[in-house]
């Protein structure tokens, strides 16, 4: 996931994917919503926040801060549910410094 030019966020494909849909699933912009159901379906594998318009980026960043509590209600109770949970906080704290 490319935040911006200096700032990026990677992790396995499993949980890239699962980040894409669940933006997906909660942005209102039909637009972005598309796109990120494209993303997912045809396995980019990449999501580069400069394609989305200043309000667009707002309400994903938004939507991404909820991400780590949402990942501990939805994830299966296993070892990998808690660094998965870190590692989107760490995402997190990447969207919105930037």
């Known amino acids: 996931m490319f935040v911006s030019d200096q700032a ?7 949980v890239f994917y699962w980040v894409v849909d669940r933006l997906a ?8 919503a598309k796109q990120l159901r494209e993303i997912s379906e045809f396995n980019v594998g990449m999501l580069m926040f400069d394609e989305f318009t200043p309000d667009q980026r707002r309400e994903l ?13 939805q994830l299966p109770d296993t070892p990998a549910r808690e660094p ?5 906080t760490e ?3 990447l969207v919105e410094s930037t």
């Open 25 to 32: 699933e909660q942005v209102t912009d039909d637009d972005v």
């Open 61 to 73: 960043v938004a939507l991404i801060a909820a991400l780590p509590q949402t990942a501990l209600a």
């Open 84 to 88: 998965i949970a870190t590692r989107l």
């Open 8 to 14: 990026r966020w990677s992790d396995k494909s499993s």
């Open 91 to 93: 995402l997190v704290q």
